[in-house]
């Protein structure tokens, strides 16, 4: 019976050192785990910085001479790893033939965005923008100033000609179409229209890209002046050009 006993005790004061030396590799584990998840909290990576100056919206865009866009341009900045920054200063510049914008200068906000309303200028054809930030690349900006509606029509070539009745006269019409800025109007239909019974290479005539339509002409069958009108109908009223022409 006290041989049992003894056997007994020893078993359990091995199970109990057993025990103890588990329970102190466990607290170090957890010492260490511990240990390193506060090293990751406390770590910090490369501080963000301004990498690239994005459009966001809309391009391209087009309006008349002398109007604002319908939509204001869009830039957002984001850093070295592609998230939005905010608090970045941004300058807006466009040549002076190219309208003016609501602002010069303007600073992103919480979603790294930035805007201005940018107004043409004058000049039909294509302005720029651009957009920069520090010593970051310029973003530049592309849009079309349209010409606004036709507002006069003048005699380009073919006026004060002769030639012999019935003949066709050597140089065609040309007329050129402009608006109020003086910007050539594309796509303008002209009708022509004459007192003395010629004949046209076609009734009417559209302008191309620099405003101008042409047309060809035969004189009438009578010696004398002959009187040729180009005309273009608008909403506002209507606009014409005479060229004289002499019969022999």
């Known amino acids: 019976m006290s041989q049992s006993l003894g056997v007994s005790r020893s078993n359990v004061y091995s199970l109990a050192r057993t025990n103890r030396r588990r329970a102190l590799a466990a607290c170090a584990l957890v010492a260490l785990v511990a240990l390193v998840a506060c090293d990751d909290k406390n770590s910090t990576g490369p501080a963000p910085l301004a990498s690239t100056v994005v459009l966001v919206a809309p391009a391209p865009q087009s309006a008349t001479v002398g109007t604002a866009l319908g939509a204001p341009i869009v830039v957002v900045v984001n850093d070295q790893n592609g998230n939005p920054m ?56 592309a849009v079309t100033a349209l010409p606004d509606a036709p507002a006069a029509i003048t005699a380009v070539t073919g006026d004060q000609q002769s ?52 047309d060809m002409y035969t004189l009438g069958t009578n010696p004398g002046p002959e009187d040729i009108s180009a005309i273009v109908v608008t909403p506002q009223g209507t606009m014409q050009t005479v060229f004289t022409e002499m019969g022999s």
């Open 163 to 214: 030639g012999t009745v019935g003949t066709s006269l050597s140089s065609a019409l040309a007329v050129k179409v402009t608006d109020k800025y003086g910007n050539p109007v594309p796509n303008v239909t002209v009708q022509w229209s004459d007192d003395a019974g010629g004949t046209f290479a076609t009734a009417t005539t559209t302008t191309d890209a620099n405003g101008i339509a042409h």
């Open 86 to 141: 905010s608090g970045v200063a941004l300058s807006f510049t466009v040549p002076s033939s190219a309208g003016s914008l609501s602002a010069a200068q303007a600073t992103t906000d919480a979603n790294g965005q930035a805007s201005v309303t940018w107004t043409l200028g004058t000049a039909a054809g294509v302005d720029s923008l651009t957009i920069s930030a520090a010593s970051l690349p310029a973003l530049s900006v």
